[in-house]
């Protein structure tokens, strides 16, 4: 069973793909990959540098995440220009990982699940989700200043229309024993189906 976790940013997908795991489902946290893996990479390096200039490069060589982030949420076809030089490679590693361990339960953190038509890719499709206060609060917290937090949020498809999409729906605004207790609950719904 291969399950696509999604939610807003901020409102826990991290937070329950850990839960999962205690569940013993095999994980995947694709910003994690981006991150370590993909924009790691020296052909992407270089590729982000051609596009994008060397502002978005730190002087050690690597791409520095927060100004591509600040460069791209605010300009539609960069974005896009790098959405299609990532997702590629992201999927490339999906289909490794799922391939190394046929037959075990994985749980994959998708951000933009439905807004990059990706629902097919999985048995059934989770949202975690927040009260925008709650959200913009916890990315508050992360360090990201309102008016940056808004704008990411705004290049997602809103928690509403992603809750009338997707399979089941955890709610996060409570304590994580509470989310604990809805991933319970639905691992032992799923483990019957």
């Not at 850990?18 to 694709?30: D, K, P």
């Not at 949202?127 to 913009?136: N, W």
């Not at 691992?187 to 189906?193: A, E, F, G, H």
Request: glycine letters at 8%.
């Amino acid at each position: 069973m291969i399950l696509g976790l999604t939610g807003g940013i901020g409102c826990g997908k991290t937070t329950a793909l850990q839960l999962f795991a205690r569940h013993g489902f095999c994980l995947i946290n694709s910003d994690v990959i981006v991150r370590t893996v993909i924009l790691t990479d020296r052909m992407i390096v270089d590729a982000v540098r051609g596009q994008f200039g060397t502002d978005v490069i730190t002087a050690a060589g690597k791409v520095d995440r927060q100004q591509l982030a600040h460069r791209v949420f605010s300009d539609e076809a960069g974005l896009r220009w790098l959405e299609n030089l990532i997702h590629p490679r992201l999927f490339e590693h999906w289909k490794t990982a799922f391939a190394a361990a046929l037959g075990r339960s994985w749980v994959v953190e998708v951000p933009l699940l439905f807004e990059k038509s990706l629902q097919n890719w999985f048995d059934f499709t989770i949202c975690v989700a927040s009260d925008p206060h709650v959200q913009l609060a916890r990315l508050e917290q992360r360090g990201l200043p309102p008016s940056l937090a808004r704008q990411r949020i705004s290049k997602q498809l809103p928690l509403t229309q992603k809750i009338k999409l997707v399979d089941f729906v955890l709610l996060n605004d409570g304590s994580t024993g509470f989310l604990r207790a809805q991933v319970e609950t639905l691992v032992n719904s799923l483990s019957t189906l």
